[in-house]
C-alpha cells in the first residue's frame, strides 16, 4: 500500500463518518421540528376556546343534574342552561373555583370563582366574583331553562372557566350575603371543559 492510497482510504472513511453524524443530526432534528409544529397548529387551537360545556351530577342525597352550554360571541358569553330535579323556585348557580367533583357534597369545588378578590354579588353587577351567575329558576316540574348573556365571563385567558366547575345550590343566593350569597347545600356539581 503506498502512502497514496493510505491517505485515499483516510480521506474517504473520514466522509464516510462526517456523513453518518450528518445523518443522525437529520435523524434528531426531525421529531423536534413535528413536535414544533403540532404545537403551533394545537396550541393555538386551545388557546382560542369557542365553546364549553359543563354536565351536572347530583350530589349525595339529591337528584338534580343537568346540561350548561357556553357559546363565545361577540356580546359576550352566552349560557345556555337546562336543568331538573330542582325543588321549585330559585336556587343559586355559580362557578366554583376547582373542577373537581371528587367529594360527595360538592365542597371538592371550593369556593365561587373569584380571580379578582372581589366581594360576593348580582350577575350584572361589575364588582362581583367572576364566578357569580345569580340563580336558576325551576317551574313546578323542577325543571330550570334559561339563557344569559355573561359580558365579562371567559373561555380563554387568565381568568377562563375552562377546568373550574359549576354548582348548583338547594336555596336561593341573596345576591348579596357574603361570601356566598347564603345558597345553602350543593346539589349538583360537574366540570366545564372545552367544547366542539
Ligand atoms: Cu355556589
Ligand atoms: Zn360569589
Known amino acids: 500500500m503506498n502512502v497514496k492510497k493510505v491517505i485515499y482510504l483516510c480521506a474517504s472513511l473520514c466522509f464516510l463518518a462526517s456523513a453518518s453524524i450528518g445523518l443522525q443530526a437529520q435523524k434528531c432534528e426531525m421529531p ?10 394545537h396550541c393555538r387551537k ?6 364549553a360545556i359543563c354536565v351536572l351530577y347530583p350530589t349525595e342525597g339529591h337528584q338534580t343534574k343537568g346540561v350548561i352550554k357556553f357559546t363565545r360571541t361577540k356580546k359576550g358569553v352566552l349560557v345556555n342552561v337546562h336543568i331538573s330535579g330542582l325543588t321549585p323556585g330559585k336556587h343559586g348557580f355559580h362557578i366554583h373555583e376547582f373542577g373537581d367533583a371528587s367529594s360527595s357534597d360538592g365542597t371538592a ?4 370563582f373569584n380571580p379578582d378578590g372581589h366581594e360576593h354579588g348580582a350577575p350584572c353587577g361589575s364588582k362581583r366574583h367572576a364566578g357569580d351567575l345569580g340563580n336558576v329558576e325551576a317551574n313546578q316540574e ?3 331553562k334559561m339563557e344569559l348573556l355573561v359580558k365579562d365571563l371567559k373561555l380563554n385567558g387568565s381568568h377562563s372557566i375552562i377546568g373550574r366547575s359549576i354548582i348548583v345550590h338547594i336555596h336561593e343566593d341573596d345576591l348579596s350575603s357574603q361570601p356566598t350569597g347564603n345558597a345553602g347545600a350543593r346539589v349538583a356539581c360537574g366540570v366545564i371543559g372545552i367544547a366542539k
Open 142 to 144: 323542577g325543571i330550570a
Open 109 to 112: 369545588a371550593g369556593g365561587h
Open 46 to 51: 386551545g388557546q382560542d376556546v369557542q365553546r
Open 32 to 41: 423536534a421540528l413535528k413536535e414544533q409544529l403540532h404545537k403551533k397548529k
